[in-house]
């Protein structure tokens, strides 16, 4: 059975770093696409970085720059650093696994597997 265990959120100040992990269980590591989405209170969910099984990257343009997606094979881990960041980047932030080599950040449907989120605070 797939997991998706996260870890890494907590509270920042306007400007600081943190950097969010996602160990991933039950499958072949690096076969299909991964990403990292977002949603704040009130908002619709929205998709914040990818990559592809090939190693393609793709950032929403509110992150490019600021934020980047990796992963380590060895250790079935996705992370996300995060530097320079801001009040509005404050949300809970979820970590997906696709059941596809190439799954688009706006396309949540072709995202199979979910972890329980973990939250980011970013205070002005």
């Known amino acids: 059975q797939v997991q998706l265990v996260e870890s890494g959120g907590g509270s920042v100040q306007a400007g600081g770093s943190l950097r969010l992990s996602c160990q991933v269980f039950?499958?072949?590591?690096?076969?299909?696409?991964e990403a990292w989405f977002r949603q704040a209170p009130g908002k619709e969910r929205e998709g914040v970085a990818g990559?592809?099984?090939?190693?393609?990257?793709s950032y929403a343009d509110s992150v490019l720059g600021r934020f980047t997606i990796s992963r380590d094979t060895a250790k079935n881990t996705l992370y996300l650093e995060m530097s320079s960041l801001k009040p509005e980047d404050t949300a809970m932030y979820y970590c997906?696994?696709?059941?596809?080599?190439?799954?688009?950040?706006?396309?949540?449907?072709?995202?199979?597997?979910w972890g329980q989120g973990t939250q980011v605070t970013v205070s002005s």
């Open positions: 039950g499958y072949t590591y690096g076969t299909w696409a």
């Open positions: 990559l592809t099984s090939g190693g393609t990257l």
């Open positions: 997906a696994l696709s059941n596809f080599w190439y799954a688009p950040l706006g396309d949540e449907g072709r995202y199979a597997y």
